[in-house]
């Protein structure tokens, strides 16, 4: 007898794609995979919020609970005084996210799909509605002082932002998003 149920395919393989994955296949359809690289950022924020939901969905209450922590964020907007403010989130490197939710994807289908989920990039041609794109630039760097390490920082530049996010072991990641940039310069460490 053959299994008649839809097959839905997703391209990519971040954790919108195996999220999604999961929750179809928990749903009782078939999904069919096709994994899609991209280069990984340093490190990867989860706030509360998003841990959260993320355990309820894989039903892990302990996922990422001995990652690393945030546990405030340094906000400077348009030039003034930078502002300290409570926040809560988890770093995990992008390869720590991929190894723990790829326990939970499902095995490759060999039949047609019914239909595709796009998310990963290049999109197919035709109408696609774009709900946020943002390029970035990404780099590690050190942290001078060791005290930042349960920080994020942000910062209005006149192009775009500035984001820092500790990357574990006294290192830290430095992203720019900007509408253009003409000059950035970091130190790696």
Request: proline content about 8%.
């Amino acid at each position: 007898m053959t299994d008649r149920r839809m097959i839905v395919g997703i391209r990519g393989s971040g954790i919108a794609a195996t999220t999604c994955a999961y929750l179809l296949k928990a749903a009782g359809l078939r999904v069919a995979t096709k994994v899609v690289h991209r280069p990984p950022v340093p490190t990867i924020m989860l706030s509360d919020a998003a841990l959260a939901l993320l355990r309820d969905i894989f039903q892990r209450p302990d996922l990422f609970a001995d990652s690393p922590r945030i546990k405030r964020r340094v906000v400077a907007w348009g030039g003034g005084a930078p502002v300290v403010v409570p926040h809560g989130a988890a770093l995990a490197s992008e390869d720590q996210v991929q190894a723990v939710l790829a326990q939970d994807q499902p095995a490759p289908e060999d039949s047609p799909v019914d239909f595709t989920i796009h998310a990963a990039p290049p999109m197919p041609e035709g109408e696609t509605h774009v709900f946020g794109d943002r390029r970035a630039v990404a780099a590690k760097v050190g942290l001078l002082d060791p005290s930042c390490s349960e920080e994020g920082r942000v910062e209005a530049v006149a192009s775009g932002w500035l984001f820092l996010v500790p990357a574990g072991a006294g290192k830290a990641g430095c992203w720019g998003w900007a509408a253009r940039w003409t000059i950035c310069s970091l130190t790696a460490a």
